[in-house]
């Protein structure tokens, strides 16, 4: 009778273990040493913590006989010693929650670091204008000389990034970043400007500013991608592998997209 309890309580930890490995990479839980990050807990009775079993017990052996059990919460006798005060005052905090202290710094290093991105841009005297807006062979971009500044730093903050490489959730976690993606770049340009104060995705871009092309800036979003187009030059990370640049003269579709502006611009 007790072989066959062991053997259906070891088939039913079978089943549970294969449960446990659904949805990991390769269709099975991850083992030590196989670079895919630390081991999944797969649940055999090879499994069981011996070590641990020896150490809740006292002096090896199992305990028996009864437990005072001791009242906590509603009726329960004060301690003596203070430490109800000490336990009272950690009850709901979640372990690892930032506390307000750190909160309030994170807020002061992203101004911090939101003023220091501004004075990274500089001034826009020393951007190069023309007649027109054109693509330099160096992938930066040409601003025309009559563009209202805030075109002006549009450009100046996208010749930055330019030629940086393309990638996924670039420029969204900080301003300054080794890759950007779609919005990120979208975002940085328009942050360029003081238009924007934080990053969008293409999606957050749909309902952003006003509705229709404008004279200077006009940009084309859904939800699975954005560009825009300043001064009659294409901000886009698609094409880019081609021209090795995100500014491009070449124009491109832009069917399924929502029209959005800024306004005044």
């Known amino acids: 009778m007790g072989r066959t309890r062991l053997t259906g309580a070891a088939a039913a930890l079978a089943v549970l273990a294969a449960f446990a490995g659904c949805g990991s990479d390769g269709g099975g839980a991850a083992t030590a040493g196989s670079g895919g990050g630390p081991a999944e807990a797969v649940l ?3 499994s069981v913590d011996r070590d641990a079993v020896k150490r809740a017990s006292v ?6 006989g ?10 329960a006798q004060p301690p003596t010693d203070g430490s109800a005060t000490s336990a009272s005052s950690s ?10 202290a750190e909160v309030r710094a994170e ?7 939101l003023a220091r991105f501004r004075t990274f841009l500089g001034t826009t005297a020393y951007l190069q204008t023309g007649p027109r807006a054109r693509v330099l062979p160096d ?3 040409v601003a025309p000389d009559d563009a209202p500044e805030p075109v002006k730093r549009i450009i100046q903050a996208g010749n930055a990034i330019a030629k ?11 301003w300054r970043d080794d890759g950007y993606d779609c919005s990120g770049s979208v975002s940085f340009a328009l942050a360029g400007a003081g238009l924007l104060q934080s990053p969008l995705t293409s999606g957050g871009f749909m309902d952003w500013g006003a509705s229709g092309p404008g004279d200077w800036i006009t940009i ?15 901000f886009d990370t698609s094409g880019q592998g081609r021209a090795g640049t995100r500014w491009q003269e070449a124009p491109r579709s832009t069917a399924g997209f929502v029209v959005r502006s800024v306004p005044g611009l």
């Open 59 to 64: 002096d090896g052996a199992p305990q028996r």
């Open 139 to 141: 992938g930066t971009a």
């Open 91 to 100: 009850d709901g905090i979640s372990p690892g929650a930032p506390t307000d």
């Open 164 to 174: 940086f490489p393309y990638k996924w959730g670039g420029g969204h976690g900080a």
């Open 44 to 46: 055999t009775p090879d």
């Open 66 to 75: 009864g437990r005072v059990v001791e009242l906590r919460g509603a009726g």
């Open 107 to 113: 807020l002061r290093q992203a101004r911090l670091q």
């Open 220 to 234: 084309y979003t859904n939800p699975g991608h954005i560009f825009m187009v300043v001064a009659g030059l294409r």
